[in-house]
Each structure stands twice: as structure tokens, then as C-alpha cells.
């Protein structure tokens, strides 16, 4: 059996009323995804942000009138900015979508493998994680910068905190690659949730802490410090950040537009001294020491 497959380019206020009328019209299944390669990092609470840019994907039986469903939607003044259609023919759905997702490498030991497929290296440091709604899988520039900074580090034994930390990525990566007891926070409940479960899937939960920030523990000091969030909130928490780490302390942040680079920095360069910023597309990482007092 085939498929007819309709895809419309619309923006966030519109995308709800596009899905909601294809629905109607008899779609089997609507899926919105990014029009402009524009992540979304760290949501509210209860809240479902949309891309700027979005594009509404739209399954049929194969043999729906597309013009008769195009007609319809611009009687209910639905017109999308642009439309194109394919016929996808079946197949196992479930299948396709796992095979997008393969083994990840990070610096020179660390992996992320999903669950369905075989460590490429017995030997290395294997993250098992599957793609969920959790913003951190290791597929963006931000999180791939923070991985490879932690595959970089001795972090045997040393006390790490993942500031902002979603899924738990880089908090479990940690833990993985030999960090000492270990804290995530996290401003979304269901991050925690999220964190927590995918530590027990890699044997570590026992030694990461979850709070979200106004139940952290005044007195927190840590060795290492991972904030992948965004440049706005990174300078705003800059006095916070740094006060959560000892002198000597590692640090890396990113989630930062490579034109935000000096704003983050002038931020943090009170507290840290900083080394070169690293770039990945159109995103930087800025790492490094706490100042002795």
C-alpha cells in the first residue's frame, strides 16, 4: 500500500490550526518538525514551543485529492507559504525510523548507542540513549561540543554538575567516563524524570542527584561544571555558576551563538580564566579554570 505524503511550510502561530484541519480532513497521521534549523532548548513548564519556521507533514491513504484537500484548507484560511508531495510507498515505519539513528562518537572514548544496535567499540565508553523529546541526544552542535569537551578531561573521582541538564546526557557521560558523585538541575520536572530514567538504563543512577535549582543545597561545590542552556541565561547566571565552583574548577559552556561569544565571555572572565572559544557551525563552547580567590 502507498502513502500520500503532503508537506506545508507555515510558521508557529498557524501550525496548531493547520494540524488540527488536516486531522479533519482525514490525515492518518500529522507530525511538525523544524523549517529553519532552529533548536529549542529548555522549555517552560506545560509549555509546547514551536519552531518560527514549521513545516506540517501530513500522511494520507494514497488515493486522497490533493487539490480537493488544498481547497479546503484555504476555505478555513489555512494558506501555507509553500506545499510539496511525495508517495511513499509502505513499509515497516518502525524500522525506517530507528535506522536514522546510529552510534554516535565523541572525542576518543565516548559513545552514544541507541538502544536497538551493537557498540561499534567494546571497549569505549558506551552511553546507551534513545531519541526521545528530551532536548539532548548528542545530534546537536551544542551537546556534540560538550561531549567532546568531558571525552577530553580526567574526570576520575571529581565532583561534576550539569547545570540545565534535559536528559541527563552529559551528566551520565560523566559518570561514564569516571566522575565521582554527580548532580543534574534542571528548571522542567519532567527533565529530571527524564534524567533519572535514563541514568538507570546505564547503571549510574546511584550516583546522580536531580533537584531542580531552588532545591539545590546552598553549600554545593563541584569540580566540574557543564551548562549547555542558552547565552541570555548563561550571563545572567554567570555569579551563580561560578559560585558553585571550587577554585581550580573545570568549566564548559555552551547552547551559544557564535555571535554571543564575547558577551558570554566578558561575563564569565571575572570568575574564570578562559581559554580559546571552540566552534561547531554556527555554535561555540567556552571553557575554562576557576580563579583562585
Not at 32 to 45: I, K, M, R, S
Not at 114 to 134: H, M, R
Request: net charge negative.
Amino acid at each position: 500500500m502507498a502513502w500520500l505524503q503532503l508537506h506545508l511550510a507555515t510558521t508557529e502561530k498557524h501550525a496548531d490550526a493547520f494540524q488540527a484541519a488536516l486531522e479533519n480532513l482525514g490525515a492518518c497521521a500529522v507530525t511538525l518538525t523544524d523549517g529553519a534549523d532552529q533548536p529549542v532548548f529548555e522549555p517552560p513548564p506545560g509549555t509546547r514551543p514551536l519552531w518560527q519556521n514549521t513545516i506540517v507533514s501530513a500522511l494520507f491513504e494514497a488515493d486522497a485529492e490533493l487539490d480537493l484537500i488544498l481547497t479546503a484548507l484555504q476555505q478555513q484560511g489555512l494558506q501555507a507559504d509553500a506545499h510539496h508531495h511525495e508517495t511513499l510507498e509502505d513499509q515497516v515505519w518502525e524500522r525506517a525510523w530507528m535506522d536514522d539513528f546510529s552510534p554516535m562518537r565523541f572525542g576518543e572514548r565516548l559513545w552514544i548507542v541507541p538502544s536497538w544496535t551493537d557498540a561499534p567499540d567494546p571497549n569505549g565508553v558506551n552511553l546507551k540513549l534513545d531519541p526521545g523529546l528530551a532536548f539532548g541526544t548528542g545530534t546537536h552542535e551544542t551537546t556534540a561540543l560538550c561531549l567532546e569537551w568531558l571525552d577530553g578531561h580526567a574526570l576520575n573521582g571529581k565532583t561534576v554538575l550539569d547545570f540545565g541538564c534535559g536528559s541527563g546526557v552529559l551528566a551520565i557521560a560523566a559518570l561514564l567516563l569516571g566522575a565521582g558523585q554527580t548532580t543534574g538541575t534542571d528548571i522542567d520536572p519532567q527533565a529530571l524524570i527524564a534524567s533519572e530514567e535514563n541514568a538507570r538504563n546505564n547503571d549510574v543512577a546511584d550516583r546522580l542527584d536531580l533537584f531542580l535549582p531552588e532545591q539545590m543545597p546552598a553549600e554545593y561545590r563541584c569540580d566540574v561544571l557543564v551548562a549547555n542552556i542558552l547565552a541570555g541565561p548563561l550571563v545572567e547566571l554567570a555569579e551563580l555558576l561560578a559560585g558553585y565552583c571550587k577554585p581550580g574548577a573545570g568549566l564548559a559552556l555552551s547552547g551559544i551563538l557564535a555571535e554571543q561569544t564575547d558577551d558570554v565571555r566578558n561575563a564569565y572572565s571575572r570568575w574564570f580564566d578562559l581559554t580559546p572559544t571552540t566552534q561547531k557551525g554556527d555554535w561555540v563552547r567556552i571553557d575554562g579554570v576557576r580563579k583562585q580567590p
